[in-house]
Each structure stands twice: as structure tokens, then as C-alpha cells.
């Protein structure tokens, strides 16, 4: 959150489980879900959907899915009010079925991020959003950078510019990393 308020011009999606943000509150860190409600006002966090309790959906009937979407969204509304209105989806674990896209789609969600590895097209990463049959975007996440990120191959500014480096392009590109909380907070620790 620092790092945010340093730089006002940067700009993250966040996904934080309902179950999280329940247990920063219950464990006396109101200050870290207020310096996330201050940052999501200033349009430098946008937050994502998910299960409250970081359920494998594909594995959970649909009622249960539709569910933890509603108990989710619920507990972060009751926490960061109006500013909790994600129009995209993390599915934990970023397992999917056709189940799960449909029930995410029904819930109103325009987008899901989705693992690299469930890209069909012939290029990968790729700077193409894929659409869905039923409507819903979807993302692929740069597995290769993302986990090179999570597991401190890339720490730094310099590095990840490097690393960009394996496209071979000058032209623009997407870039979109999603990592683990709790991966990234590690490093920052030492």
C-alpha cells in the first residue's frame, strides 16, 4: 500500500477474499483495509470478485458457487462501502469449468483472469482478449513473468524490464500478472 501512496500514477486490481478482509478487521488491522479503501477511492485500486472462502469452484455445485460470489461481495461492500464494485472475477486458484463461467457471467462479471496455461491461441502470452461463448472476457495471466515474480527471479525494476525482453518486440504489449498476497508480501519481508 505504500508503494501505491509513493506513486499515485500507478494502479493495481486487487482481489481480496471476503474470509481475508473479515480477519484484517478481527485482528485490529483496520488501518491496512482503510489505507485500501483510500487508495480504491482514488482510482488507484480496482478490486475483483471471487469465493469468499477461496473455494475450488469447479469442484463445488453451482448453488455453492453462486453463493460464496454473493457472501463475497456482500462482506466487501459491508467493509469498502460503494468503492466495492468489481467488474472483474478471480476464480481461486484461477480454476475454471463451464460451470464456473456461467454462473460468473450470470452474476454480471464482464471479465476473468485465467491462468496462462489455458490459453488456446497459437501465441503466448498473447496481447489478444479472448472472449468467451457466453460474453465474459477473458484474461490470460503471463505465467511465465508472474511466477518468475512470485518466486524473487524478478525483484526488482531493472529485472523485470529485462525480462520483458523475451517477447522480442519494441511494440506495445499487454503484461498481466497475478500473483499470490502472500508470495509477494514474503520478499518485502526479506
Known amino acids: 500500500m505504500e508503494a501505491l501512496r509513493e506513486h499515485p500514477e500507478a494502479k493495481i486490481t486487487l482481489n481480496i477474499n471476503g474470509t481475508l478482509t473479515e480477519q484484517l478487521h478481527d485482528y485490529g488491522y483496520d488501518d491496512l483495509i482503510g489505507a485500501i479503501t483510500t487508495l480504491a477511492s482514488r482510482g488507484q485500486i480496482?478490486?475483483?470478485?471471487?469465493?469468499?472462502?477461496?473455494?475450488l469452484l469447479p469442484l463445488i455445485p453451482e448453488p455453492e458457487i453462486k453463493r460464496q460470489i454473493k457472501l463475497n461481495n456482500e462482506t466487501n461492500e459491508h467493509f469498502f462501502g460503494k468503492l466495492y464494485k468489481p467488474q472483474g472475477f478471480f476464480p481461486p486458484e484461477m480454476a475454471v469449468s463451464g460451470e464456473v463461467f456461467s454462473t460468473v457471467k450470470k452474476a454480471g462479471f464482464d471479465w476473468m483472469i485465467m491462468s496462462g496455461i489455458a490459453n488456446t491461441l497459437p501465441?503466448?502470452?498473447?496481447?489478444?482478449?479472448?472472449?468467451?461463448?457466453?460474453?465474459?472476457?477473458?484474461?490470460?495471466r503471463d505465467d511465465y513473468i508472474s511466477i518468475d515474480c512470485a518466486f524473487d527471479k524478478i525483484n526488482n525494476v531493472e529485472a523485470f524490464s529485462n525480462r520483458l525482453k523475451y517477447k522480442e518486440t519494441s511494440g506495445d504489449m499487454y503484461v498481466i500478472l497475478s500473483l499470490d498476497g502472500e508470495t509477494a508480501y514474503k520478499h518485502m519481508l526479506g
Do not use: R, W
Not at 46 to 55: L, V
Not at 123 to 128: I, L, R
Open 46 to 55: 480496482e478490486f475483483t470478485g471471487s469465493g469468499k472462502f477461496h473455494p
Open 123 to 140: 501465441e503466448f502470452p498473447t496481447n489478444h482478449i479472448s472472449v468467451h461463448p457466453n460474453g465474459l472476457k477473458v484474461l490470460f
